[in-house]
């Protein structure tokens, strides 16, 4: 088990991940207000054919697939702000062990140490695979 992080360590990661968390916000909030401005009649009442019409569609899936992607990290980073204020940042959720600083300064909303999220994504990588 490493030891556990200084006061500064958790200050500077609490400081990043609620910074990311305003940036992120502020990405979602001007991308839907872009959304509304041009939004999928606009794109599709330009097209003249349906693979245009295909692009259009495209287009407009790619931008609240962003939206989807940058609304999970919000929630992630939230996870990990409630856990600061509950005490359990920065300690694996499957063994207790506590997470090095070098991994949540690298991966701030880490809630598992590098083993078991390791094995983590082994189990979820097999259970994807239909086996004969």
């Excluded at 003249?48 to 989807?68: K, N, Q, R, W, Y």
């Excluded at 090095?100 to 979820?124: D, G, I, M, N, V």
């Amino acid at each position: 088990m490493t030891a556990r992080m200084s006061g500064q360590e958790k200050t500077l990661l609490k400081t990043r991940l609620e910074q990311r968390r305003s940036e992120l916000l502020a990405s979602i909030r001007r991308q839907l207000l872009e959304s509304d401005n041009q939004t999928f009649n606009d794109l599709a009442g330009s097209v003249h054919d349906s693979a245009e019409e295909s692009v259009a569609d495209l287009l407009a899936d790619i931008g609240f697939a962003d939206i989807g992607r940058e609304v999970n990290e919000v929630r992630d980073i939230e996870r990990a702000l409630i856990r600061m204020a509950t005490g359990v940042y920065g300690v694996c959720v499957d063994c207790e062990a506590d997470i090095p600083f070098e991994r949540l300064s690298a991966y701030p909303t880490a809630k598992r140490c590098r083993a078991c999220q390791e094995r983590y994504e082994a189990s979820k990588e097999r259970g994807m695979h239909p086996s004969l």
